[in-house]
C-alpha cells in the first residue's frame, strides 16, 4: 500500500528562449539573464525544461553552456524542443510540430543536427534545410 499520495513536479515543456528565431520576445537589455534568473526565481521550482526554438538546437546548447557555468541548477532535466513550422495554415495561424528529444545519449545533440539538415522545407518560394 501506497503511504502518500501523487507527487507533483512542474515541468515546462514549451519555452522559448532569447534570440528564438521566429519568436524572440526578449527586450530585455540582458535578455539570457532575464530569461535564467525567471526560471530560478520560479515558485514552484521548474525542475524540467525543453529548451524550444525554430528548426535549430543552437539555443538548447547555449542553455547548456549556461548551466555548465553554474545556471539552472535546480533544474534536473533539460532537453531540446525544435518546433517545425508547417506550410500549412488553420484558422488562427500556422500548424506546429515539436520534435522533444530525450537528452540520455551523450551524442544526442549531434545526433540531432545530423536529422535536422536530411529535413528540407518550402518557405517563401524558397527550399531551406534544418541548418544555420
Not at 56 to 71: F, H, I, V
Request: net charge negative; glycine share 4%.
Amino acid at each position: 500500500m501506497l503511504s502518500r499520495g501523487s507527487e507533483w513536479r512542474r515541468w515546462e515543456p514549451h519555452i522559448h528562449t532569447p534570440n528564438t528565431v521566429l519568436n524572440n520576445q526578449f527586450g530585455h537589455s540582458d535578455p539570457w539573464n532575464q530569461y535564467l534568473t525567471a526560471i530560478e526565481e520560479n515558485t514552484p521550482k521548474i525542475e524540467a525544461i525543453a529548451v524550444t526554438d525554430y528548426y535549430l538546437p543552437d539555443n538548447y546548447e547555449k542553455t547548456l553552456q549556461y548551466r555548465e557555468n553554474g545556471r539552472l541548477s535546480d533544474v534536473k532535466l533539460i532537453f531540446p524542443n525544435i518546433e517545425m513550422r508547417l506550410d500549412a495554415a488553420a484558422k488562427s495561424g500556422f500548424i506546429n510540430i515539436h520534435l522533444l528529444v530525450s537528452p540520455e545519449d551523450p551524442e544526442h545533440v549531434t545526433e540531432l543536427n545530423r536529422v535536422l539538415r536530411q529535413l528540407k522545407y518550402r518557405a517563401y518560394g524558397e527550399a531551406f534545410e534544418c541548418t544555420r
